[in-house]
Every structure is written in structure tokens, then in C-alpha cells.
């Protein structure tokens, strides 16, 4: 971790400071957030490496994905110098940490969290000379947020999958009390927000297909007329968004993933209607998604109350339904964990982290050397390294912005967010 932060604080520095006066750079801190996952199918049947002894290939379907996400270079002698992580949600800015042919679960998630916390106490500052002799000290801020609900689980020690992590109730008991304290320390590993997406597109969708029954665990009696109506809910979804939902890929659970969620949760009335059920609840539901989603620091408290009404809203019109962890730790406990953190949780999702799945399937089948497997999965990592390397990311992200323009934020949101509080390079006043 020392290496890599090194390496990107020297060339983040070199990307991005240009317009900063030497005496902003004496003092500068990196942020960076880590965490980590695991992704099976990654082998090939038909591919054989030419130093493998036997066909046992078993070892090599899954590969597990450690790094350190880009959040922020701060000059600290000067904190009207910053520059923050443009796009959180890419793997431009996500730089590599480890990656390994081995199968994920608890005991060695928690062992790797420990790990991480390790090297995170050991960091020691980091001093070099940019051209033009300016001598730059660097520290290291970092944070472990990078973790699906499984992996929380695991951190805190939460055998029970249908309880929440933070306040350790369980999902049955999510409509019978009016506070939820989390345990201490359990609202520093994150919210998951791109989990939390998923999760409530995937409740919201359950809702709908059980709603005739208004019965949550579905038995041998109701399943068939559960399904048929499951059925024509998913057809009257094809034909408002054109867009297949709860396909079921062999071995991977459905084809439901953020992007999806997201398309349906940009059209929440579309969605409400299409689904036919309550158009408040999933109009705020979208909402609240879409303020963590926006990279503007959050005004907490309406957001609590906001998240508060809704959570009820729930109940009072599904009393049958069961809310899942995820969507639950997003309404009670969300904005305390907003509280945890320096900057917008949008800076702390897990979005680049699971796209670098997508990305090392790709180089191990297109870009790394097939002599062996060692041979693979070292270019594999060095891809990873060079793919979110900050000066090509800024040439490519300048690229990208002259074709992009950003959509404005709309009403709906603007009252969770505090206005201008960021301060944009383009904006900054030119005084030294
Ligand atoms: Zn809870």
C-alpha cells in the first residue's frame, strides 16, 4: 500500500497541481478509500495455460480484487487548493492493492480487513521533488469503505444475514421499534451505496410481484399465482423501459445489477406505475438515492427526517412486506453514517471496485500473456495499474468531459444538499 500511494500521490501531483503556487505544496494530504471483493467464473474451460500439470482448474475461477479508490488531493498549507475525484463511480481512479486466485469467505475477508488495517497504521508520509525542484510532503489519508454486504458482515462478525450490521436487528423486527442504535464502530466501513441501489430496486420489485397475496415468504400453495403475477409485472416493465429484469444467469444469481436499478430508479413514477404500487414511496426511495449519489455535501437532518417518513411510508402501506438489511441501514442509518465521513459518501461507493471484475476478465482473456498462470495474473495487475494511472485518466476524463455535459440537479434533491459548498478548480479565484 506505501508503494502504490507513493506512486500515486507523485503522479496525481503532476496531473493535477499545475496551477497550484509552491507554497501549496509543502503540505498535501491524499485520500483514498480501500476495500475489497471476490468474483467466481473467471475461468475459461477451453483455456489451457502451458504450465498446468493437471486440469484441475478449480483454483482458478475465482479472483479476489483489493485496491485503494482516489478520493481527494488536498494541499493542507493551502486548503483552497484541492482537487476532487471527478468520477468516484470509475476505475480510472482506482488503483490496484492486490489481486489473487482465491476464494472469497468470512474468515478470510476478516483477515484481509485486518490486513488493510495493518498497513493503514503503518503509512508514513511521503516526501519527493517535483520538476522544478518543488519539494512536496504527502500524507496518507485512507479509509476502508470498500465492501458489499457480505463482506460487513463478515468485518463485524453478523452471522445472520437477514439482520442489519450496524444495529444487529433482524429483518422481522424492522417494523416493531422506532430506534435502531448501531453498535459502535459499525458505521465507519460505509453504506454500500451501490448494494443499497440494488437492494431496494430488488424490494421494491418484491413488493410488487406479492402484492395480491400480501404475503412476504412466499409457500408451496401461492407460489404458482405469485409467479404468474410476477410474470405480467416484469412484462409491464419490458414494455415501459424495454428492459429485461430478474433474469436468472446460471450460477450468478439474476441479471439485476446497479445500472439496471439505476435506469428504472431515474423514472421513479414510470417505475411506481409500472409496477403498480405506491408512486410516493418509490419517488422517495429514488430521491434518497440520488442525494447520496451526488457528490454535494448532504444536509443531514431534513435527509433524517425525510429517510424517517419514508421508512414508515413502508409500513403503512406494506405491513406484509419485509424490508432487507441493505434498504434498511440506507433509510435508518444512513445519515449517520453522511456523519462518519469528511466528504460525500458518493466518494466511498464500491461502483469501481465491481467494475474491475468486468475489466480483469477482460485482460485475462485478451491482454495477458498465456505461458503461465503467474505470467497472467501479473499483467492482469499491471493493466489495472496503468488503466487508473492519474495522468492518462485526466487526459482521457478531459476527452470525455468535452462530450458529456453534466445534467443540472433537479428540485427534487436540491433541497437534501448544501449548495456550493464544493469548490470547483474552474471557479477558484486566482489570489495567492
Ligand atoms: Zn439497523
Same mark, same amino acid.
Given at each position: ?29 491524499? *485520500? ?29 475461477? *475465482? ?170 409485472? %416484469? ?26 436499478? %439505476? ?136 476527452? %470525455? ?32
Amino acid at each position: 500500500m506505501q508503494q502504490m500511494l507513493e506512486k500515486t500521490a507523485e503522479r496525481l501531483c503532476v496531473a493535477v497541481t499545475s496551477d497550484w503556487p509552491k507554497t501549496a505544496m509543502n503540505s498535501i494530504e491524499l *485520500s483514498v478509500t480501500t476495500g475489497f471483493d471476490g468474483a467466481s467464473g473467471y475461468v475459461n474451460p477451453q483455456q489451457k495455460f502451458y504450465d498446468e500439470e493437471n486440469d484441475d482448474r478449480s483454483p482458478y475461477q *475465482s479472483l479476489f480484487v483489493c485496491g485503494a479508490l482516489i478520493i481527494q488531493l488536498k494541499s493542507l498549507s493551502n486548503p483552497k487548493y484541492l482537487w476532487n475525484n471527478p468520477t468516484p463511480q470509475s476505475y480510472r481512479f482506482f488503483r490496484p492493492l492486490k489481486i489473487a486466485h482465491q476464494k472469497e469467505d468470512n474468515e478470510m475477508a476478516l483477515e484481509e480487513y485486518n490486513r488493510l488495517g495493518e498497513e493503514i497504521k503503518h503509512l508514513k508520509p511521503f516526501k519527493f521533488t517535483m520538476g522544478k525542484g518543488v519539494t512536496v510532503m504527502v500524507e496518507f489519508s485512507v479509509s476502508r469503505t470498500l465492501f458489499d454486504g457480505k463482506n460487513v458482515n463478515a468485518i463485524v462478525g453478523n452471522k445472520a444475514t437477514q439482520r442489519c450490521p450496524m444495529c444487529l436487528i433482524t429483518s422481522h423486527n424492522f417494523n416493531n421499534q422506532n430506534v435502531f442504535i448501531p453498535k459502535e464502530g459499525s458505521l465507519s466501513h460505509g453504506l454500500g451505496l451501490l448494494h443499497c441501489e440494488i437492494k431496494i430496486f430488488d424490494h421494491l420489485l418484491h413488493i410488487a410481484y406479492k402484492q395480491e397475496v400480501k404475503v412476504w415468504d412466499v409457500t408451496k400453495n401461492i407460489k404458482e399465482s405469485v409467479d404468474l403475477y410476477a410474470g405480467q409485472v %416484469r412484462d409491464r416493465l419490458y414494455n415501459a423501459f424495454k428492459i429485461r429484469v430478474d433474469q436468472v444467469i446460471q450460477g450468478k444469481g439474476t441479471s439485476n445489477n446497479g445500472n439496471l436499478a %439505476r435506469k428504472f430508479l431515474d423514472r421513479p413514477k414510470d417505475f411506481a406505475n409500472a409496477l403498480d404500487i405506491d408512486e410516493e414511496l418509490v419517488c422517495n426511495l429514488a430521491t434518497i438515492t440520488k442525494v447520496y449519489r451526488s457528490a454535494l455535501e448532504i444536509e443531514v437532518e431534513e435527509l433524517k427526517k425525510f429517510s424517517d417518513f419514508t421508512y414508515k411510508l413502508h409500513y403503512i402501506k406494506y405491513p406484509w412486506a419485509r424490508m432487507n438489511p441493505s434498504m434498511h441501514k440506507i433509510l435508518q442509518h444512513g445519515p449517520d453514517i453522511v456523519r462518519q465521513f469528511p466528504m460525500p459518501v458518493a466518494f466511498y461507493a464500491e461502483d469501481a471496485l465491481e467494475s474491475m471484475h468486468k475489466i480483469h476478465r477482460e485482460t485475462i482473456r485478451e491482454h495477458s500473456r498465456r505461458n503461465s498462470r503467474e505470467n497472467a495474473i501479473l499483467d492482469t495487475f499491471n493493466r489495472a495499474v496503468y488503466l487508473s494511472d492519474p495522468i492518462l485518466s485526466m487526459v482521457y476524463l478531459d476527452r %470525455r468531459r468535452e462530450m458529456h455535459k453534466k445534467r443540472p440537479l433537479t428540485n427534487d434533491i436540491t433541497r437534501f444538499l448544501k449548495p456550493g459548498q464544493w469548490t470547483d478548480p474552474e471557479d477558484r479565484s486566482n489570489e495567492d
